[in-house]
């Protein structure tokens, strides 16, 4: 199997998130037999967490912002009761990436006017234009469930399935939190997962989100090895490249993994065979590296023979 520091190598900037989620759900050092432990970026928390600091919820408009003051109108109770208008404190240190205008999700700490965020910068949400009426209803269940590991479990899911892609990004934080009250997962959520993202009715952003979520055991890692392009499958090049990432971290057998990027450069697919050819010339299996030099002369597209040729020169 590919050596770990040459995995990390192959990953994209996008999939950064997702490593750092991974290694955090790894044995702490005590039970991890040696393996080191280095401090990972910390990325934004997960809504379940911010809330907790939070006294109320609501959605509002940014009316003004000043030097030290957010002015907001427009605003609708989610949890808590906040006044139609209100302030909220600034620091210029810390700036929030709210401007005049924007429909905003406020998570607000004190008792009245002016309010503290409880979230930081990198974690303010601006509300989509055209959505509110999806997201108060979003936000409403969750706030509901949050005191209930079960029914917030429940509500991430249901994110996952929804249109918004932001929510969905704010369900994959909170499901992929190793502290979330719901951890562990049940096996057969995670396996449902596996089957989603392995859906070729499902939407594209759906089945990432599914496989993402499928990583959080290793048994389910290794369901989606198993079972990603396979006939039946949806034929989906992040899907492929999430199970690859997965099942190197997850170190699962070498001979899943081989089959699996065997199946990626035989797929008629250049997206999944471009990235079939990035991790295949680093497995223990010279068919693999084979195929690779094959690919690189041979292809009829253009991008894979750039990449084949590509990995084949960073193995040299």
């Not at 991974?22 to 037999?33: G, K």
């Not at 989603?196 to 009715?201: G, I």
């Not at 010339?281 to 030099?293: C, I, S, W, Y």
Request: net charge neutral.
């Amino acid at each position: 199997m590919m050596a770990f520091a040459d995995s990390v190598r192959t990953f994209s900037a996008a999939a950064f998130s997702l490593l750092c989620t991974l290694l955090a759900l790894l044995p702490a050092p005590a039970q991890s037999q040696g393996m080191l432990h280095h401090p990972l970026p910390q990325g934004p928390r997960p809504l379940h967490e911010i809330a907790a600091s939070a006294d109320a919820i609501a959605i509002g408009t940014i009316a003004t912002v000043s030097e030290g003051r957010i002015r907001v109108r427009d605003a609708i109770d989610i949890s808590g009761a906040v006044p139609a208008e209100f302030d909220v404190k600034r620091a210029p240190s810390n700036a929030p990436v709210f401007r005049a205008g924007d429909r905003a999700l406020l998570l607000l700490r004190g008792a009245r006017s002016p309010y503290l965020l409880a979230d930081d910068p990198t974690e303010n949400v601006v509300i989509p234009a055209g959505a509110e009426v999806e997201w108060i209803l979003a936000l409403r269940s969750f706030a509901d469930a949050r005191h209930d590991p079960s029914k917030l479990r429940t509500v991430y899911f249901d994110w996952i399935e929804g249109n918004s892609d932001t929510l969905r990004d704010l369900a994959l934080r909170g499901l992929t939190d190793p502290a979330a009250p719901f951890q562990p997962i049940s096996a057969d959520l995670l396996a449902d997962r596996v089957r989603r993202a392995l859906d070729s009715a499902a939407p594209r952003a759906v089945r990432k989100a599914s496989a993402v979520v499928a990583l959080l055991s290793p048994e389910s890692c290794a369901q989606l090895i198993h079972d990603v392009l396979q006939p039946g499958a949806a034929i989906d090049a992040s899907v492929y490249e999430t199970a690859l990432q997965g099942a190197l971290l997850r170190k699962v057998e070498a001979l899943e993994l081989s089959a699996a990027l065997g199946r990626g450069l035989r797929s008629g697919d250049a997206a999944v065979r471009a990235v079939a050819v990035r991790y295949a010339t680093n497995a223990p299996d010279a068919t693999l590296t084979n195929e690779v030099g094959r690919l690189a002369t041979q292809d009829p597209d253009p991008a894979v023979r750039q990449a084949a040729t590509q990995a084949l020169a960073t193995k040299r």
